[in-house]
């Protein structure tokens, strides 16, 4: 079945991603419509299962009411049962398979997901979250980036901070959307050459992704600069050494001041506030990170209405 999983930005066309952006920004407009908006019962009888091995805000709650608003019915067997060591993983997803239309799953090792992928022939799979991919992260930035600078072609994002989930799967979608991307990692975590690699082989309109290992040369000229936490879910062990190694590569007023008079900051969230961004950035007029998140919404409600009705994922 094409376009069963979304486990990575890359498992979409650059045509897809676009009808994705695109179907979510018209989702957005006509939300106001209600129990009236023409996708309000897009996808009833089907049911989402959303499985959450880490925490979640904005990603669990985001697909609840995504689903809900097009009809759909959610279910969240507890972690324990549906991600633990009960039963293999093949058996929980198989199970699914009888059920449920589409499953989000969070978790830690993207391999896992390929377990469920390799388990089934129906059901859809979507990754709300690994150690290595954050897809659906990514659809929302480039959305929000799209609204703020009106398209997101030809742009220039500065992301500063670890090379982990949220920037790798930031890179991919820059790449097909010919977003320009500049990374500021310290030396031993910015995003290896084999992701690098995969994302440059998606690019469009000329995008390039460029490393530094100075965040001050790499916000100068760029539209937006972008964070996230420098110790990722299950990195907690290792907070001491990362805090030691990311100093430096804190978002500051005077960071944002070497950016374009305009840029605007980005931020995942949950943020740290003091460690990874100031404050004042974060809560400044320039910070678009609730925009970020209203995007999450309308986002994962075009991702599903894509995976389920099939429309060109
Ligand atoms: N940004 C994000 O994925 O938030 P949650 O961890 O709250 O889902
Ligand atoms: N990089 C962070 C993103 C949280 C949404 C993490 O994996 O914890």
Redesign the pocket.
Known sequence: MPGRTFLSVLDLSPEALETCLGLAARLKRERHLGADAPTARALAGHSLALLFD???????T?FEIAMRELGGHVTCPPSADALGTREPLADVARTLERWASVAAV?TFEQARLHEFVEATTRLRIVN??TNEE?P??ALADCLTVHERCGAVTGRTLAYVGDGNN?ATSLTHAAMMLGLNLRLASPEGFALSDATLAAARQVARHGAEVVQYQDPVEAVRGADAVYADVWTS?GQETDATRRRAAFQGFRVTRALMAKANDDAFFMH???AHRGEEVEEEVLEGPRSVVFDQ?EN?LHTQKALLLMMLEGVGI
Do not use: D, I, N, Y
Not at 54 to 60: A, I
């Open positions: 880490k925490p979640s805000l904005r990603t669990r985001g969070r709300a979250l954050h659906c992260q949220v879910m995942c969230l949950p998140a999450r």
